[in-house]
């Protein structure tokens, strides 16, 4: 089972991603919190309309934050999977993302939006910007 996980997070990791995959992946990744959005405001409207609570309970309330830290961890490890093997298409380490994204962090504690636009130009950098076309050390383009 140790094997297998150590599989898992190696191959989470490795190699390199182009920037169509890139940004098809990052779309990807946040549908489910969009779906999640249009099945809460949908159910908030039915409530609204037909005066009656669907959404609130026992059970509801034990299994949401459940569903949601469960899709937090995977968006995250996903995130920087996808981050780390982007930059391998640079030839870059593990380190730069990193570094970038603890930045992130501290410059939030600072202004928020000023973060916010910060992670806007960096996206819009990794889609933008071209890998290597050759083999590198990361391994070859896909």
């Not at 959005?37 to 039915?46: A, D, G, K, Q, R």
């Not at 960096?122 to 890998?131: A, D, R, S």
Request: charged share 15%; proline share 3%.
């Amino acid at each position: 089972m140790k094997y297998r996980i150590n599989c898992f997070f190696k191959q989470l990791f490795q190699g390199r991603i182009n920037r169509i995959s890139f940004l098809k992946r990052s779309i990807a990744i946040v549908l489910p919190f969009i779906g999640l959005f249009i099945f809460y405001w949908l159910f908030s409207i039915v409530e609204l309309i037909l005066g009656v609570k669907i959404l609130s309970g026992d059970l509801l309330s034990f299994l949401y934050p459940i569903f949601g830290l469960m899709w937090f961890v995977c968006y995250i490890l996903l995130s920087l999977s996808f981050l780390i093997r982007r930059h391998h298409d640079f030839n870059q380490s593990w380190i730069y993302p990193a570094l970038i994204n603890i930045g992130f962090v501290l410059l939030s504690l600072i202004n928020i939006r000023i973060m916010s636009l910060g992670m806007i130009i960096y996206f819009i950098y990794l889609v933008m910007i071209e890998g290597t076309a050759q083999d590198n050390d990361f391994g070859e383009p896909n």
